[in-house]
């Protein structure tokens, strides 16, 4: 597998992650929801993990190549690989507004920066 089709797949993953976690938020109005119940509880445990997916993802894609997620600065790439990390070493630091503000004003612009990401790669 060649480097553009490795970086397409991880793109892949990405969007499969950020619709999971959209498919998921049906139950979650407010942050609050997140920690209220078991439900939101195993809720915020599942887009947590997810997070981990997504920020896992583009440091594999920036580990593959340093200068392709340049091209897309509209992105905080740096900021979404330091909250994989936070989430994944300091479980004890997640905050439950912090999430939610993720996933309802962050994940929809990355969705669609990402599908940006794969048409650009398939006219190459």
């Not at 990405?14 to 109005?29: H, V």
Request: one cysteine or more.
């Amino acid at each position: 597998m060649n480097i553009t089709e490795r970086i397409y797949q991880l793109l892949e993953r990405i969007e499969d992650s950020i619709l999971l976690i959209q498919s998921q938020m049906g139950r979650i109005t407010r942050p609050e929801d997140f920690v209220y119940s078991q439900d939101g509880m195993f809720t915020l445990s599942g887009v947590c993990m997810q997070l981990i997916f997504i920020g896992e993802s583009v440091k594999v894609i920036d580990a593959k190549d340093n200068t392709y997620l340049s091209k897309y600065p509209d992105i905080p790439w740096t900021a979404i690989m330091g909250l994989r990390d936070i989430i994944a070493h300091e479980y004890h630091r997640v905050d439950e507004e912090e999430i939610y503000a993720v996933v309802v004003n962050d994940l929809p612009t990355l969705l669609e920066q990402v599908r940006l990401m794969k048409l650009d790669l398939q006219s190459i």
